[in-house]
C-alpha cells in the first residue's frame, strides 16, 4: 500500500512541476516575443513585411523595398553597436583612432557611389561619437547606439533602399 501511495505522490508532484515548467516556459516566450526588438527576425516588425512580401502581388514593389530597408536596417543597427564598441577599446588603450577610422571605411565604403555610402557613412560617425556610451557586459539589443542607428536607418525613405 505504501509503495502505491508513493508512487501515486510521485507521479502527482511530477505532473503539477511538468505543469509549472509548461507555464513558466509559455510565459518567459511571451515576454521576450514582447521584448523583441524591431531590427529582430522573427519580431513582429520583421513579421509583417514577411507577411506583405509573401501576399503582394508580382507587380507591387512597395512591400520588397521596405522590406529591403528592413534588412539593410536591421544589420546597420547591431554593426554600429559594435564598431562603438572597437572604437572605445581602442581609445581606452590610447589606440591611433584614424587607423580605426581607415579600417572601418575599408570594411563600409563611403564612396562606391549609391546609398549604401549614406548608410556606412552614418554607421563610422554614430561609433565615433557614441562609443563611450557602448558596455561590453550589454547585448546590442540593450544599447542605445543600436536604437539610435535603428532610428535613423528606418526613418529614411524606403525608396532610398531600392536596390541594395
Not at 509559455?26 to 516588425?45: H, R, S
Not at 522590406?67 to 546597420?76: A, E, G, H, P, T
Request: hydrophobic residues 40%.
Amino acid at each position: 500500500m505504501t509503495g502505491k501511495l508513493i508512487r501515486q505522490s510521485e507521479f502527482n508532484l511530477f505532473f503539477v512541476v511538468t505543469i509549472l515548467v509548461s507555464l513558466i516556459t509559455f510565459w518567459c516566450g511571451q515576454t521576450i516575443a514582447a521584448e523583441d526588438k524591431p531590427w529582430t527576425i522573427g519580431g513582429k516588425l520583421y513579421t509583417e513585411l514577411h507577411e506583405q512580401v509573401q501576399n503582394s502581388k508580382e507587380g507591387e514593389k512597395t512591400a520588397v523595398i521596405r522590406f529591403n530597408q528592413w534588412d539593410v536596417c536591421s544589420r546597420m543597427a547591431p554593426s554600429t553597436y559594435r564598431m562603438a564598441l572597437t572604437v572605445k577599446v581602442v581609445k581606452e588603450r590610447q589606440g591611433n583612432l584614424d587607423e580605426i577610422r581607415e579600417l572601418f571605411e575599408d570594411e563600409w565604403p563611403t564612396d562606391i557611389g549609391d546609398f549604401a555610402d549614406d548608410i556606412n557613412r552614418k554607421k563610422i560617425e554614430l561609433a565615433f561619437e557614441m562609443a563611450d556610451l557602448s558596455k561590453w557586459e550589454e547585448s546590442n539589443k540593450e544599447s542605445p547606439i543600436t536604437q539610435v542607428a535603428w532610428d535613423w536607418c528606418i526613418a529614411l525613405d524606403p525608396e532610398n533602399f531600392e536596390g541594395l
